[in-house]
């Protein structure tokens, strides 16, 4: 599976402290490097392959993350890190907080941590290039149709 | 002078050759990132990365905004290709320059047909950048043509002193190189960090694996141009015989390449993106005038015998 | 009287006639069915020129006399009927001078007319030089005005329904102009071929001046000054190859002049004259410093731009320069400076039209520059050089009444006169965004025409280092705002509302777009024998000392443009799917507007153009200085 060998990024921060954001680019620096998985950090949403998402999701950020999300093309997936990202962390309770990222967007793997560190960063991402490389041989084996995580697609709107 | 053919069968030449150009333009991007993260104290991917990239960009759905960018990657690679050609059958130089100038223009109207203000960005500094570059490499053929009599690369490749009449050919080249790999201080059309891709921004899927492997073929193109330069077979073909000089000539040409490659990244590493206004201002009061005093150069010797 | 014979007849005389007819109709329909009259039989007698000419077996070096012996009515020879038309025209610029209060108009044209009148009386017999001469370079250019022109003139008559007025005046004046330019380039005698000159400037000024607000008056006026200075540079030229060549039949024929081997060439009685017939050329072309008046007079109506200042008239000017290129290029100083007028005027255009927001005048920069071309590779003389101007004749006239075509529809249907105005055609007009995309790429694209012409004056220029790098800038900057613009038209934000475009904007416009890919195409057939059979060249045999231009590389670029089209054109037909929305950084509900940058704090406009113009009257000023050096006087 060549999406294994190059998987390409986009990093969205939407809501965040900016901990998590630092922590990415952190992972691009040399001592973490990134790069020898192939992993490239493209700003682009059409070229890229995985969305990192950092941060906790308010209405208006729900919707800018669900159009860079509409923007990748397919096969795409989603990773929230930290602790924000899952379920909103530290901001849960605000009044205009309406969850973590798979509020909005199918998430594949959750990187914990406040903030996650680099080498959790690297694992999520690894764990999640599995989870693609399981379904897409699942479905060109026709026994799953490309599987739908629980909180998926359900709607941009605030509670 | 004895022409190519005399020396050598060349469609076996032009064909092996052919077959070669995507892998080494593979192989110069693949070697260029391998390098450029060594000089930043990193790792850097596997020398076979550009290959995996581009695999997995066709396996990617397409999400053009235009369906016209499809046709402007093909024709991106198609012309490239096209140069190519021109270069392996050993033909004329100055169509070779000129399809590899029009493969450029495909990319900028990719760009307009993208349809978002970064992509026009990118798009209109890629005619800039067009402007500043195109007209020192049609000179070179010109040149060729003072020097040599005609334009064919077959003529071209056996005159071994054309280094001491045309030196700024070298400059143009690697200048062109840094331009057009997006390299180093003139990567204005697709600035990473600033236009987020410029021109380049709306193509996916295999519209961007098109442009890539367009990029292969227009690398090899501009490192066999810089090799074209540096002709060791007259030389050679004395104490070696014709095949034997061909070989060795054209692994010279390789490692020329190479070196050319590690200028470019050298450069790429060594300095910063500049303003785009650098670009044209560069080429025009700099490497314009030093190419106009090549040529009055080879004028002066050659044509009006004034030494 | 031959079959021929009467063929160039009606080819000068009909036109003009319908033109008289066009005067009484003011509706769309009869003066669709005068000028499709027209087209039909000037189309149809055009191309029987051409069986005519290998009938006869015309080849090297030869053509057909058409003569005028003989009388027309009433006593009246042919030739005192141009000579009393000819003091009528310069009568009714004295008029003309008068009304729109010329300084330069008024005198000049007294001067002319009195000199001609003073002429004609003393010089009975060079006047009675033969009257006209069919051979092929003239044929190309007859070619080019009817079968273009009737194409432009049918569009104009569905341009000028909408919303214009003077329908008839304007068809008189374009269908006139048709029948003169024919005159013009088919004339042998000086004389009337300087006639038919100064008949196609009252044409241009009265179309120019079409519209009759203040600034087309302005400008009509300013182009009247300069083709009238032009008109008198002409007329002293022609006065002055009288005098070289004595009161005879032979000295005032084109022809005649055209094969002279004998010329003394360190005479500056010969060098002056061909100096001063080439600085008419360059004020009918337009080049740089005269460049002002083809800019200004696109303020008339799309038509008026697409056929007199892009396709025939200014073409009249590369005409006289081509058709006395054997002579030009026995004087080395002239060529020389000539060749650095054109190609100047080509870098110089090529470099202003980057800042250029106005389609019209962007396109008018482009026809300068390309005529200066054309001038550059006439002047340097050589086979493959005068067979390169002949084909950048034919291609820039196909293409850009196309361009000028597309830009004049978007200016009536989307009501914008600017390139930014044609964003999104792909969408809101694809029949005609296809017929632009053709025309643009025809004009840089290998293996088209004008690109052809490009490779050859590459290869030709080296006679000099600065004209190399004229061109190699030049050629480049070329393609800049072109690619710009047809990226502008590829461009679409929003949702896009189709318009429909009628079909008597379309029609032309594929004709003329089919027209250059199929001319293109055959070009190899024809290339190599077109020089063969233009007089003078023959017995000159200057060939280009490095090599021989091979054009088989262009059949693989054909067939891959063929493929791109086919590409084109599916992406074309694909218009649903679920759309996908350009990249904004994430920003929703974005109304995404587009523009270009003009690079206006580069190129000031005016103080670049002041700048060109100096230099340009430099160059002229070097030029004369040049006849001059090259007549010996030095």
Redesign the interface.
């Given at each position: 599976m060549?999406?294994l060998?190059?998987?390409?990024v986009v990093h969205?921060c939407s809501s965040s402290c900016n901990g998590c954001d630092i922590e990415v680019l952190a992972a691009l620096t040399?001592r973490y490097?990134l790069?020898?998985?192939?992993i490239l950090n493209?700003?682009?949403?059409?070229?890229a392959?995985v969305l990192l998402a950092t941060g906790t999701v308010n209405p208006r950020t729900a919707?800018?993350?669900?159009?860079?999300y509409?923007?990748?093309?397919?096969?795409k997936v989603v990773i929230c890190i930290g602790s924000c990202g899952a379920t909103g962390g530290v901001f849960q309770d605000c009044y205009n907080i309406q969850g973590g990222v798979d509020t909005v967007v199918p998430v594949a793997v959750y990187v914990p941590g406040c903030p996650a560190r680099p080498e959790a960063i690297i694992d999520g991402v690894v764990k999640a290039l599995g989870i693609v490389k399981a379904q897409l041989e699942a479905a060109e084996k026709g026994e799953l149709p490309k599987p739908e995580p629980a909180k998926a697609e359900a709607g941009g709107e605030g509670k | 002078m004895a022409l190519f053919s005399d020396v050598l069968d060349l469609t076996i030449l032009s064909i092996i050759l052919f077959l070669l150009a995507p892998f080494l333009g593979m192989a110069a991007m693949g070697i260029g990132r391998r390098i450029s993260a060594r000089m930043q104290n990193r790792v850097g991917p596997p020398l076979l990365q550009p290959w995996y990239d581009v695999q997995k960009l066709f396996m990617k759905k397409d999400q053009s905004t235009n369906s016209l960018i499809g046709p402007m990657a093909f024709g991106f690679l198609i012309f490239n290709v096209m140069a190519v050609v021109v270069l392996v059958i050993l033909g004329d130089l100055l169509m070779f320059v000129i399809l590899l100038g029009m493969a450029q223009l495909f990319l900028s109207l990719g760009g307009f047909a993208g349809s978002s203000p970064y992509s026009h960005i990118g798009a209109n500094r890629n005619l800039l950048q067009i402007l500043s570059v195109e007209p020192l490499m049609l000179a070179i053929p010109i040149g060729v043509l003072l020097v040599n009599g005609t334009y064919y690369i077959s003529d071209l490749a056996l005159n071994a002193e054309i280094l001491l009449y045309l030196p700024v050919a070298v400059a143009i080249i690697l200048f062109a190189l840094v331009v057009w790999m997006q390299k180093g201080p003139f990567d204005m059309s697709t600035a990473h960090q600033e236009i987020l891709y410029g021109n380049l921004l709306e193509f996916s899927g295999k519209n961007l694996a098109m442009v890539e492997i367009g990029h292969w073929f227009e690398n090899f193109a501009l490192f066999a141009m810089l090799g074209l330069f540096f002709n060791f077979t007259p030389l050679l073909s004395g104490p070696l015989g014709p095949v034997l000089a061909v070989v060795v000539d054209l692994v010279i040409k390789l490692l020329i390449g190479l070196v050319g490659l590690l200028v470019v990244i050298w450069i790429d590493n060594a300095t910063t993106r500049q303003h785009w206004d650098r670009l044209p201002k560069f080429s025009f009061y700099i490497m314009l005038p030093v190419l106009f005093i090549n040529i009055l150069l080879i004028y002066m010797k050659l044509v009006w015998g004034w030494f | 009287m031959e079959a021929y014979e009467i063929a160039v007849w009606v080819l000068i005389a009909l036109p003009v006639l319908m033109g008289a007819l066009a005067l009484l109709f003011k509706k769309k329909t009869p003066l669709l069915a005068i000028v499709a009259v027209n087209s039909i039989i000037v189309i149809l007698l055009s191309i029987y020129l051409i069986l005519a000419l290998q009938a006869n077996n015309i080849g090297q070096g030869q053509y057909l006399k058409i003569g005028a012996e003989g009388v027309i009515a009433g006593g009246l020879t042919v030739h005192q009927l141009i000579m009393y038309l000819d003091w009528a025209l310069l009568f009714i610029f004295i008029v003309l001078g008068i009304y729109i209060r010329s300084w330069v108009v008024l005198p000049l044209a007294l001067v002319q007319l009195v000199a001609i009148v003073w002429f004609e009386q003393n010089n009975g017999a060079a006047v009675e030089a033969n009257a006209f001469a069919l051979d092929y370079l003239s044929l190309v250019f007859v070619l080019i005005c009817s079968i273009v022109g009737s194409l432009i003139a049918l569009y104009g008559v569905q341009y000028m329904s909408e919303g214009e007025h003077n329908q008839g005046r304007f068809f008189f004046f374009i269908l006139a102009f048709l029948g003169v330019m024919n005159g013009a380039v088919l004339s042998d005698n000086m004389i009337f071929l300087y006639f038919f000159w100064e008949a196609t400037t009252l044409c241009c000024y009265f179309l120019i001046a079409h519209e009759g607000d203040k600034v087309s008056l302005a400008n009509a006026k300013w182009a009247a000054e300069v083709t009238v200075a032009g008109g008198a540079a002409l007329l002293l030229g022609i006065l002055m190859f009288a005098n070289v060549f004595g009161n005879n039949e032979e000295s005032l024929s084109i022809m005649s002049l055209v094969e002279r081997t004998d010329l003394p060439v360190a005479s500056v009685f010969v060098a002056m004259p061909i100096f001063f017939v080439s600085l008419s050329g360059f004020t009918k072309s337009a080049q740089v410093p005269f460049q002002s008046w083809l800019l200004g007079a696109m303020v008339a109506p799309t038509p008026v731009s697409a056929l007199l200042h892009s396709s025939t008239m200014v073409k009249l000017g590369v005409y006289v320069i081509i058709r006395m290129s054997p002579v030009i290029v026995q004087f080395d100083w002239l060529m020389l400076v000539i060749a650095f007028v054109g190609a100047y005027s080509f870098v110089s255009t090529a470099l202003l039209a980057i800042q250029e927001r106005s389609m019209k005048r962007l396109l008018a920069f482009s026809t300068v520059g390309n005529l200066g071309l054309i001038i550059m590779l006439a002047a340097i003389g050589t086979r493959e050089a005068v067979a390169a101007a002949i084909v950048l004749t034919i291609f820039h006239a196909v293409s850009k009444a196309l361009l000028f075509l597309s830009a004049g529809t978007v200016q009536k249907i989307f009501e914008r006169k600017d390139i930014e105005g044609s964003e999104g055609l792909f969408r809101r007009a694809p029949a005609l965004f296809g017929a632009f995309m053709v025309g643009i790429f025809t004009m840089f694209l290998t293996p088209f025409g004008v690109f052809i012409a490009k490779y050859a004056a590459l290869t030709e220029a080296i006679i000099n280092p600065v004209l190399i790098m004229m061109l190699v800038v030049g050629s480049i900057a070329c393609e800049v705002f072109y690619v710009r613009w047809l990226g502008r038209t590829m461009a679409v934000t929003g949702e896009p509302v189709k318009k429909e475009v009628p079909s008597l904007y379309t029609g032309p416009m594929w004709t003329l777009g089919i027209g250059a890919v199929v001319l293109a195409a055959m070009l190899p057939l024809y290339y190599s024998g077109l020089l063969d059979h233009i007089v003078g060249f023959n017995h000159l045999d200057v060939t280009f000392p490095y090599i021989s231009l091979d054009y088989t590389g262009f059949i693989p670029s054909a067939m891959i443009f063929i493929g791109l089209l086919f590409i084109l054109y599916y992406a074309m037909r694909d218009d649903g799917g679920k759309k996908v929305e350009p990249y904004t950084g994430g920003m929703y509900d974005y109304k995404v507007e587009l523009s270009c940058p003009y690079f206006e704090q580069y190129t000031k406009a005016t103080k670049n153009m002041l700048y060109a113009e100096i230099l340009g009257v430099v160059v002229l000023i070097v030029a004369f200085i040049g006849a001059l050096v090259a007549g010996g006087v030095f």
């Amino acid at each position: 599976m060549s999406i294994l060998k190059s998987p390409w990024v986009v990093h969205f921060c939407s809501s965040s402290c900016n901990g998590c954001d630092i922590e990415v680019l952190a992972a691009l620096t040399p001592r973490y490097d990134l790069e020898r998985f192939g992993i490239l950090n493209k700003g682009n949403p059409k070229f890229a392959d995985v969305l990192l998402a950092t941060g906790t999701v308010n209405p208006r950020t729900a919707k800018s993350l669900k159009n860079i999300y509409d923007q990748m093309p397919d096969p795409k997936v989603v990773i929230c890190i930290g602790s924000c990202g899952a379920t909103g962390g530290v901001f849960q309770d605000c009044y205009n907080i309406q969850g973590g990222v798979d509020t909005v967007v199918p998430v594949a793997v959750y990187v914990p941590g406040c903030p996650a560190r680099p080498e959790a960063i690297i694992d999520g991402v690894v764990k999640a290039l599995g989870i693609v490389k399981a379904q897409l041989e699942a479905a060109e084996k026709g026994e799953l149709p490309k599987p739908e995580p629980a909180k998926a697609e359900a709607g941009g709107e605030g509670k | 002078m004895a022409l190519f053919s005399d020396v050598l069968d060349l469609t076996i030449l032009s064909i092996i050759l052919f077959l070669l150009a995507p892998f080494l333009g593979m192989a110069a991007m693949g070697i260029g990132r391998r390098i450029s993260a060594r000089m930043q104290n990193r790792v850097g991917p596997p020398l076979l990365q550009p290959w995996y990239d581009v695999q997995k960009l066709f396996m990617k759905k397409d999400q053009s905004t235009n369906s016209l960018i499809g046709p402007m990657a093909f024709g991106f690679l198609i012309f490239n290709v096209m140069a190519v050609v021109v270069l392996v059958i050993l033909g004329d130089l100055l169509m070779f320059v000129i399809l590899l100038g029009m493969a450029q223009l495909f990319l900028s109207l990719g760009g307009f047909a993208g349809s978002s203000p970064y992509s026009h960005i990118g798009a209109n500094r890629n005619l800039l950048q067009i402007l500043s570059v195109e007209p020192l490499m049609l000179a070179i053929p010109i040149g060729v043509l003072l020097v040599n009599g005609t334009y064919y690369i077959s003529d071209l490749a056996l005159n071994a002193e054309i280094l001491l009449y045309l030196p700024v050919a070298v400059a143009i080249i690697l200048f062109a190189l840094v331009v057009w790999m997006q390299k180093g201080p003139f990567d204005m059309s697709t600035a990473h960090q600033e236009i987020l891709y410029g021109n380049l921004l709306e193509f996916s899927g295999k519209n961007l694996a098109m442009v890539e492997i367009g990029h292969w073929f227009e690398n090899f193109a501009l490192f066999a141009m810089l090799g074209l330069f540096f002709n060791f077979t007259p030389l050679l073909s004395g104490p070696l015989g014709p095949v034997l000089a061909v070989v060795v000539d054209l692994v010279i040409k390789l490692l020329i390449g190479l070196v050319g490659l590690l200028v470019v990244i050298w450069i790429d590493n060594a300095t910063t993106r500049q303003h785009w206004d650098r670009l044209p201002k560069f080429s025009f009061y700099i490497m314009l005038p030093v190419l106009f005093i090549n040529i009055l150069l080879i004028y002066m010797k050659l044509v009006w015998g004034w030494f | 009287m031959e079959a021929y014979e009467i063929a160039v007849w009606v080819l000068i005389a009909l036109p003009v006639l319908m033109g008289a007819l066009a005067l009484l109709f003011k509706k769309k329909t009869p003066l669709l069915a005068i000028v499709a009259v027209n087209s039909i039989i000037v189309i149809l007698l055009s191309i029987y020129l051409i069986l005519a000419l290998q009938a006869n077996n015309i080849g090297q070096g030869q053509y057909l006399k058409i003569g005028a012996e003989g009388v027309i009515a009433g006593g009246l020879t042919v030739h005192q009927l141009i000579m009393y038309l000819d003091w009528a025209l310069l009568f009714i610029f004295i008029v003309l001078g008068i009304y729109i209060r010329s300084w330069v108009v008024l005198p000049l044209a007294l001067v002319q007319l009195v000199a001609i009148v003073w002429f004609e009386q003393n010089n009975g017999a060079a006047v009675e030089a033969n009257a006209f001469a069919l051979d092929y370079l003239s044929l190309v250019f007859v070619l080019i005005c009817s079968i273009v022109g009737s194409l432009i003139a049918l569009y104009g008559v569905q341009y000028m329904s909408e919303g214009e007025h003077n329908q008839g005046r304007f068809f008189f004046f374009i269908l006139a102009f048709l029948g003169v330019m024919n005159g013009a380039v088919l004339s042998d005698n000086m004389i009337f071929l300087y006639f038919f000159w100064e008949a196609t400037t009252l044409c241009c000024y009265f179309l120019i001046a079409h519209e009759g607000d203040k600034v087309s008056l302005a400008n009509a006026k300013w182009a009247a000054e300069v083709t009238v200075a032009g008109g008198a540079a002409l007329l002293l030229g022609i006065l002055m190859f009288a005098n070289v060549f004595g009161n005879n039949e032979e000295s005032l024929s084109i022809m005649s002049l055209v094969e002279r081997t004998d010329l003394p060439v360190a005479s500056v009685f010969v060098a002056m004259p061909i100096f001063f017939v080439s600085l008419s050329g360059f004020t009918k072309s337009a080049q740089v410093p005269f460049q002002s008046w083809l800019l200004g007079a696109m303020v008339a109506p799309t038509p008026v731009s697409a056929l007199l200042h892009s396709s025939t008239m200014v073409k009249l000017g590369v005409y006289v320069i081509i058709r006395m290129s054997p002579v030009i290029v026995q004087f080395d100083w002239l060529m020389l400076v000539i060749a650095f007028v054109g190609a100047y005027s080509f870098v110089s255009t090529a470099l202003l039209a980057i800042q250029e927001r106005s389609m019209k005048r962007l396109l008018a920069f482009s026809t300068v520059g390309n005529l200066g071309l054309i001038i550059m590779l006439a002047a340097i003389g050589t086979r493959e050089a005068v067979a390169a101007a002949i084909v950048l004749t034919i291609f820039h006239a196909v293409s850009k009444a196309l361009l000028f075509l597309s830009a004049g529809t978007v200016q009536k249907i989307f009501e914008r006169k600017d390139i930014e105005g044609s964003e999104g055609l792909f969408r809101r007009a694809p029949a005609l965004f296809g017929a632009f995309m053709v025309g643009i790429f025809t004009m840089f694209l290998t293996p088209f025409g004008v690109f052809i012409a490009k490779y050859a004056a590459l290869t030709e220029a080296i006679i000099n280092p600065v004209l190399i790098m004229m061109l190699v800038v030049g050629s480049i900057a070329c393609e800049v705002f072109y690619v710009r613009w047809l990226g502008r038209t590829m461009a679409v934000t929003g949702e896009p509302v189709k318009k429909e475009v009628p079909s008597l904007y379309t029609g032309p416009m594929w004709t003329l777009g089919i027209g250059a890919v199929v001319l293109a195409a055959m070009l190899p057939l024809y290339y190599s024998g077109l020089l063969d059979h233009i007089v003078g060249f023959n017995h000159l045999d200057v060939t280009f000392p490095y090599i021989s231009l091979d054009y088989t590389g262009f059949i693989p670029s054909a067939m891959i443009f063929i493929g791109l089209l086919f590409i084109l054109y599916y992406a074309m037909r694909d218009d649903g799917g679920k759309k996908v929305e350009p990249y904004t950084g994430g920003m929703y509900d974005y109304k995404v507007e587009l523009s270009c940058p003009y690079f206006e704090q580069y190129t000031k406009a005016t103080k670049n153009m002041l700048y060109a113009e100096i230099l340009g009257v430099v160059v002229l000023i070097v030029a004369f200085i040049g006849a001059l050096v090259a007549g010996g006087v030095f």
